[in-house]
T-cell receptor
Framework: GNSVTQMEGPVTLSEEAFLTINCTYT??????LFWYVQYPGEGLQLLLK?????DKGSNKGFEATYRKETTSFHLEKGSVQVSDSAVYFC????????????FGQGTRLTINP | DVKVTQSSRYLVKRTGEKVFLECVQD?????MFWYRQDPGLGLRLIYF???????EKGDIPEGYSVSREKKERFSLILESASTNQTSMYLC?????????????FGPGTRLLVL
């Protein structure tokens, strides 16, 4: 079946550090891949997405590249800020069928000033 | 901007009570979803609906039912609440124009069942 595995959290970094949150997936066919972010007290919001192999999604300084050969979609940011503190979810959607998303377990990120 | 609202941010209920969680979206989306979010488990899909009066079970439908009488409103019902249903519940909606549509989420309802 389809599944998403994220690196274990929580992750704590200092401001301006480099961030990587690993995400790997298992899926048949060619899924679309997503990163969602949940700020404290809020619902999830889409951060970025990629719909085919080698696509790079980017937003707010975050980037992730769809790597079919390694079935990965790692989230990166070159210089994190305190305001990036949140829970990050990797997700996939099958390339056919309904709109269901499959989420990873989430990674809590805390950035210290 | 798309807005998805949920009727309560926090709710405390007793075991055995019938609980209604309401979700409303204002963008005429066809699809609506109910998830529960638990630490270490991410989000798990309970039910979704792709049209008025239509529903499909998600991955963990046991103990829940849903109702969609109007396009903008999707209700999650706990027929007889139990302590293992204590969780954060998130509603989402999306257009149904293909497989690239973004899901938009509400702020969540944190439910405590005593």
């Amino acid at each position: 079946g389809n599944s998403v595995t994220q690196m274990e959290g929580p992750v704590t970094l200092s401001e301006e550090a480099f961030l990587t949150i690993n995400c790997t997936y298992t899926a048949t066919g060619y899924p679309s891949l997503f990163w969602y972010v949940q700020y404290p007290g809020e619902g999830l919001q889409l951060l970025l997405k990629a719909t085919k192999a080698d696509d790079k999604g980017s937003n707010k300084g975050f980037e992730a590249t769809y790597r079919k050969e390694t079935t990965s979609f790692h989230l990166e940011k070159g210089s994190v800020q305190v305001s990036d503190s949140a829970v990050y979810f990797c997700a996939l959607r099958k390339s056919w069928g309904a709109q269901k998303l499959v989420f990873g377990q989430g990674t809590r990120l805390t950035i210290n000033p | 901007d798309v807005k998805v609202t949920q009727s309560s941010r926090y709710l405390v209920k007793r075991t055995g009570e019938k609980v209604f969680l309401e979700c409303v979206q204002d963008m005429d989306h066809e699809n609506m979803f109910w998830y529960r979010q638990d630490p270490g488990l991410g989000l798990r899909l309970i039910y979704f609906s792709y049209d008025v009066k239509m529903k499909e079970k998600g991955d963990i439908p046991e103990g829940y039912s849903v109702s969609r009488e109007k396009k903008e409103r999707f209700s999650l019902i706990l027929e007889s609440a139990s302590t293992n249903q204590t969780s954060m519940y998130l509603c989402a909606s999306s257009f149904d124009t293909g497989f690239q549509e973004t899901q938009y989420f509400g702020p969540g309802t944190r439910l405590l069942v005593l």
